[in-house]
């Protein structure tokens, strides 16, 4: 499965950057989604940042699926902003790695699997499950 980089501009208005894993008739398979966010600074200059698209999806690992009747239209990004983007999940990736670092509890603060277990989930480190949110 190859994967590009691709700009999306959805029918809400909203700018994406992000690498599309997959192409079928409905819907794009993507991962590592930014949304592209314009800002003004007080003297008039603008400038454009990166935010995560969907909160909890910003690991490599988390596939969204985005509908293609939701797309309005498909580019190809700059080399610039294609740079700027592997900037920015480079720091993303290292926040998440010093955020987990400083989370981590040691082995003698942890008595039991379940505790531990406890600890990760109420501070998110655990991945949710979603086997309840789809009807069977």
Do not use: H, W
Request: hydrophobic fraction near 40%; aromatic fraction near 8%; proline fraction near 4%.
């Amino acid at each position: 499965m190859e994967s590009s980089i691709k700009q999306l501009k959805l029918v809400t208005g909203e700018e994406l950057i992000c690498e599309v894993l997959d192409e079928a008739p409905d819907s794009l398979a993507i991962r590592n989604a930014f949304t592209l966010v314009e800002k003004d600074t007080s003297d008039g200059y603008k400038y454009f940042t990166f935010r995560s698209f969907m909160i909890y999806q910003d690991t490599p690992l988390q596939v969204m699926l985005v509908m293609c009747d939701k797309i309005m239209a498909m580019a190809f990004p700059t080399e610039d902003m294609v740079e700027q983007y592997d900037i920015a999940l480079k720091e993303m990736n290292e926040y998440k790695l010093s955020e987990q670092e400083a989370v981590k509890p040691k082995k003698n603060n942890v008595q039991s699997l379940e505790d531990y277990l406890k600890e990760c989930e109420s501070i998110s480190l655990l991945d949710s499950d979603v086997s309840d949110m789809i009807p069977n």
